[in-house]
C-alpha cells in the first residue's frame, strides 16, 4: 500500500480524513517518535536516574528491552524489506537503513509465537552498534518506556539464556526481558539458512 513519505500512515487513509484530522495525526505520530527517541539518548547518557527499558509487544507478549542494546525506531510501513531465498520463516529479509544494508528478524516468530504481520502500530527498532551486528527486530508495538526499579523478579522461564529473566509490576503485568547481546551469539540466530545446522539450539 502506498504510503506519504516519512510518516507511514497509509495515502487512502490521509485522503479520507478531513484535513486538519490528518495534520494533527502526522503530528502526533511525529511528537511521539521525537520523544522516544530523546529519552532513549537520554537513559544512554545517564540522565535518568532509574533504569528504563523499553516495553515492546512480541506475540501478544509484553517484553521489556535494554535502551543501551537498541539502535533506532522506524515505522515498518515505511521500510521495504527484500526477501532472502532459502532463509528461515522469522528471517524476513535485508532492509537498507540509512545506506546500510540490515537484517530484519521477526522476533516473536523466531521464539514460536504467530508472526508479526506489519501494521500502524508495528516498530522496526535497530541493534546497537555495539552488537557488532546489522540486524533489526519486528514488534508488533512499541509500549514506551518501563522503570525496573520496583518490579519483582519472577521465576525464570524455561528458555534459552537471553530470555530467561521475568519481572511482574505493580499492576500485575508480566514481562520478559530480552537480552540482545545474547541473542547476538546464539547459534541458531547466527545461522538463518533454511538447511542450518543449528535448529532449535537456543531452546526455541
Not at 539518548?41 to 523499553?54: D, M, P, V
Not at 533506532?72 to 510501513?77: D, M
Request: charged share 20%; proline share 6%; glycine share 12%.
Amino acid at each position: 500500500m502506498r504510503t506519504m513519505p516519512g510518516n507511514g500512515v497509509p495515502a487512502p487513509a490521509l485522503l479520507a480524513m478531513p484535513p486538519f484530522e490528518a495534520g494533527a495525526r502526522q503530528g502526533r505520530l511525529r511528537q511521539y517518535q521525537l520523544q522516544l527517541i530523546e529519552r532513549v539518548q537520554a537513559a544512554r547518557s545517564g540522565a535518568l536516574a532509574a533504569r528504563k527499558e523499553l516495553g515492546v509487544l512480541l506475540g501478544g507478549r509484553c517484553c521489556l528491552l535494554d535502551l543501551t542494546q537498541l539502535g533506532e525506531i522506524v515505522i515498518a510501513s515505511g521500510v521495504q524489506i527484500q526477501a532472502v531465498p532459502l532463509a528461515q520463516d522469522w528471517y524476513l529479509g535485508l532492509a537498507t537503513m540509512r545506506g546500510r544494508l540490515t537484517a530484519v528478524i521477526d522476533l516473536a516468530r523466531y521464539m514460536g509465537q504467530a508472526a508479526c504481520v506489519p501494521g500502524g502500530d508495528s516498530r522496526i527498532i535497530t541493534f546497537s552498534p555495539r552488537l557488532g551486528m546489522n540486524c533489526a527486530l519486528l514488534v508488533e508495538r512499541v509500549l514506551g518506556l518501563r522503570q525496573q526499579r520496583g518490579m519483582q523478579c519472577m521465576p525464570s522461564p524455561d528458555g534459552p539464556p537471553w530470555a530467561r529473566q521475568a519481572l511482574r509490576d505493580s499492576e500485575g503485568q508480566l514481562w520478559l526481558r530480552l537480552d540482545l547481546a545474547q541473542l547476538a551469539q546464539a547459534e541458531r540466530f547466527l545461522d538463518a539458512g533454511y538447511a542450518g545446522t543449528a535448529t532449535g539450539k537456543d531452546g526455541y
